[in-house]
């Protein structure tokens, strides 16, 4: 079996657009809305659903290679980087912070040319609180590079990647490929989801690194959507794969045994746009929580308002479960009496929705 980098063209790859105008077209006018959207929150709010969205980008990415990191860390390590915080918070959780210190600099460096101290810089951020892990250089193990599934002794190998001796080379001609195709580059590539695709699959199947390839791939990934709008973009990338993990593992196996990608830059295109369909909803719940709170702040008492920014607390997806007199009275602190007349009330003012009946009652949120 070949790989695509044992192919005679490589890394010259070939795909068609056709069919995938209205998908690049929705995706440009979903980064617009997104932005409207933003810009309509005042700064400091904003600055947090910017900050939320990188905290929900960095978890997933991670989830996506088996490692679980602390929320409370990654959201401590991202306001300390942006100085959002008059005194920095301990961070327990070295992962997390590399993975927090990664995802502001690819945000504020989108606009810098790659280059091959960013990239090993990325590496080392990553790496951080990771044992035995070479980090920040590429990988020089004489054994081969293998993307592999199964138990032991029963391994599918869905992928090997040049060998190391071969990185070095494969690195420079890479970086100097991406460069040459940013806005404003000699080879510059009209649509920022096309690139940001070959992009994904070019640095993946050279698989530089001894680990953390696919993190910083999906960075270099948003890296290129963001050079190519002109302006940091959130794309939710890794949210988008996460959901979705075996077609994009099966989608990027077969991209990688052909330099004809069609099918894969069909395929991420389409992803690309389900991750700005989910920041926009997750932008625009914030605009109407806000709106609501506003609305209702003098028209409900402290239990009330307690109870009903701990279930927006929750984001789009809302409070797991609903929420219950039970629950209300843990969150509130209060009495049954109490929580059944606060209730009465919220429902009453169309701020919650009751679904079931009886003892099996629960309220989400009408937003």
Do not use: C
């Not at 056709?18 to 933003?38: A, H, I, N, P, Y």
């Not at 190998?157 to 071969?166: G, I, K, L, N, T």
């Not at 709106?291 to 008492?301: A, F, G, I, K, T």
């Amino acid at each position: 079996m070949k790989y695509n980098w044992q192919y005679a063209k490589w890394p010259e790859f070939n795909y068609s657009t056709t069919g995938l105008q209205q998908e690049l077209l929705l995706f440009s006018e979903k980064v617009g809305r997104v932005d409207g959207m933003l810009s309509a929150l005042s700064g400091p709010t904003q600055m947090e659903t910017v900050v939320d969205l990188m905290v929900s980008e960095a978890l997933k990415s991670s989830e996506i290679e088996g490692e679980m990191l602390s929320r409370t860390d990654v959201l401590s390590s991202i306001k300390n980087n942006l100085g959002m915080v008059s005194l920095p918070k301990q961070v327990v959780d070295l992962r997390a912070r590399g993975m927090a210190d990664l995802m502001v600099n690819v945000r504020e460096s989108y606009d810098k040319p790659l280059t091959k101290k960013a990239l090993l810089e990325w590496h080392t951020m990553l790496m951080m609180g990771t044992p035995r892990i070479r980090s920040g250089a590429w990988r020089k193990h004489a054994e081969p590079m293998r993307v592999v599934s199964g138990t032991l002794g029963q391994e599918l190998v869905h992928y090997e990647a040049p060998p190391s001796s071969q990185v070095p080379g494969e690195m420079k001609r890479f970086i100097q490929w991406f460069n040459s195709t940013a806005h404003g580059g000699l080879e510059q590539m009209g649509f920022a989801p096309l690139r940001s695709a070959v992009v994904h699959l070019y640095f993946e199947s050279i698989h530089p690194f001894e680990d953390g390839n696919g993190r910083i791939g999906r960075a270099l990934s948003e890296k290129a959507i963001s050079q190519g709008v002109g302006r940091p973009v959130l794309v939710g990338l890794s949210s988008a794969i996460e959901s979705d993990r075996a077609g994009y593992y099966a989608a990027l196996k077969q991209a990688q045994r052909s330099t004809d990608i069609s099918e894969w830059v069909a395929w991420f295109v389409h992803m690309l746009l389900k991750a700005m369909e989910q920041v926009e909803v997750k932008v625009e719940f914030t605009l109407k929580k806000i709106s609501l709170l506003d609305r209702m702040e003098s028209q409900l008492n402290s239990r009330q308002l307690k109870v009903l920014r701990r279930m927006l607390k929750e984001g789009p997806e809302g409070f797991s479960g609903g929420m219950t007199a039970k629950k209300y009275r843990v969150i509130a602190k209060t009495s049954k009496p109490s929580a059944t007349r606060d209730l009465q009330d919220l429902v009453s003012k169309k701020v919650l929705i009751p679904t079931g009946g009886g003892r099996s009652t629960n309220y989400q949120v009408n937003i």
